[in-house]
């Protein structure tokens, strides 16, 4: 099938098991997760995982933290930053720690061990922000919360993960910047962040009203989106990062209303559902059943860990039990943050390619169980 006919079918089925999630009470995300398994080599086979999807589904999740950053209020982040911070450091501790002692009992090296319990700190906050925008609970405490601790796990995890790969790594990843470098580079990015929402994005925003009133604002609110996410990239941060950052920064214009509807409809049609369906397409079912108790037992331990020590640190910065359950389960998704860092360490060979499949699998299926989590513990807040 070529890539016309497969996005059509990625589009249809999404629509058509988005709406009957939403029909038995799941968020609308499930279906399309579920779209992804079902058309994929799992199941169907009728879709693969190309480069081309590929490609569409990281402009998808690219514009989809773009537009939280829109529909953020930059006033709850600062904040509730505090909360935020609390909530990723502990969030990161926890998995790494128990998911380390866990793989060791079961016998990994401690080297994978290490990488293991690195890959399952790792946040994906994109399938959240789904669930809190189908739910009107973004722009509030707890999806600020949310939001701000997810920027600082994903900068926290990179930093581990620079230092792991640096020192551990034999593969192509471990020739890496040195971290010094790193570092320095990604400090300056968030001092240049600063320039951008406070000066440049106002300015160019203006002035593309100025050219072509129509549609350049939207084109000047994509050109600052992809260019910061690409910035980040290239100095070894989430390009989901600078995406948030840009929608922060356009969000601080006059133009915020007008770009949101714009992109919302851009990313929605096409991107976003590619998005979702690519996660669901990463899982097999091949030779798993011999892995199904490490499986079981990942899985729990993914789901746990990232649970309760989310949950610990906004109780810990004084939020009460019902809004650190919210924080915490929002802060459970791995998506495509941990699938990023398993591939990593593959390649670095910090992760054995026995048990890659399982890690994947496990990483799916927090995927799937996280917006249930989530839209629980907003209706139990």
Not at 62 to 81: H, Q, V
Not at 116 to 138: D, H, P
Not at 259 to 266: C, P, R, S, T, W
Not at 348 to 370: D, K, M, N, R
């Amino acid at each position: 099938m070529n890539f016309l006919g497969v996005l059509a079918l990625i589009l249809i089925s999404t629509l058509i098991l988005g709406h009957l999630s939403r029909q038995v009470g799941m968020p609308a995300v499930i279906g399309q997760l579920l779209a992804g398994i079902l058309l994929g080599p799992a199941v169907l086979n009728w879709i693969q995982p190309t480069h081309l999807v590929s490609e569409f589904s990281e402009i998808g999740v690219i514009l989809l933290m773009f537009i939280a950053g829109l529909e953020s209020d930059l006033g709850l982040l600062k904040k509730y930053f505090k909360p935020g911070l609390f909530v990723a450091v502990i969030g990161v501790i926890f998995p790494i720690a128990v998911i380390f002692f866990f793989s060791e009992s079961w016998g990994f090296s401690p080297t994978s061990s290490l990488f293991l319990g690195i890959t399952f700190a790792a946040t994906s906050v994109s399938i959240s922000v789904e669930v809190l925008k189908e739910l009107n609970a973004l722009d509030g405490k707890n999806g600020a919360t949310i939001l701000g601790a997810a920027v600082v796990d994903d900068i926290l995890t990179v930093l581990i993960l620079s230092v792991t790969v640096s020192l551990l790594g034999t593969g192509e990843k471990a020739n890496a910047a040195p971290l010094w470098l790193t570092l320095v580079e990604q400090v300056a990015y968030f001092g240049a962040i600063y320039i951008v929402v406070k000066w440049l994005a106002p300015y160019l925003m203006h002035l593309a009203q100025r050219l072509y009133p129509s549609i350049a604002v939207t084109i000047m609110s994509l050109l600052l989106c992809l260019g910061m996410a690409y910035v980040a990239d290239l100095i070894g941060l989430s390009a989901v990062i600078g995406a948030f950052f840009a929608g922060i920064a356009v969000s601080q214009t006059d133009y915020r209303k007008e770009v949101d509807q714009n992109v919302e409809a851009i990313g929605y049609a096409v991107f976003i559902p590619v998005f979702f369906v690519s996660i669901g397409l990463n899982m097999r079912f091949d030779g798993l059943w011999e892995d199904i108790l490490f499986i079981l037992i990942l899985t729990v331990l993914a789901l746990l860990t990232k649970w309760l020590g989310g949950g610990l640190g906004a109780r810990l910065a004084g939020d009460n039990l019902a809004d650190s359950n919210v924080i915490g389960a929002g802060m459970v998704s791995r998506g495509e943050m941990a699938l990023i860092v398993a591939q990593i360490g593959f390649d670095a060979h910090l992760l054995g390619s026995e048990y890659y499949s399982a890690v994947i699998v496990v990483i799916i299926l927090t995927t799937l169980i996280a917006p249930l989590m989530l839209k629980d513990a907003i209706r139990r807040a």
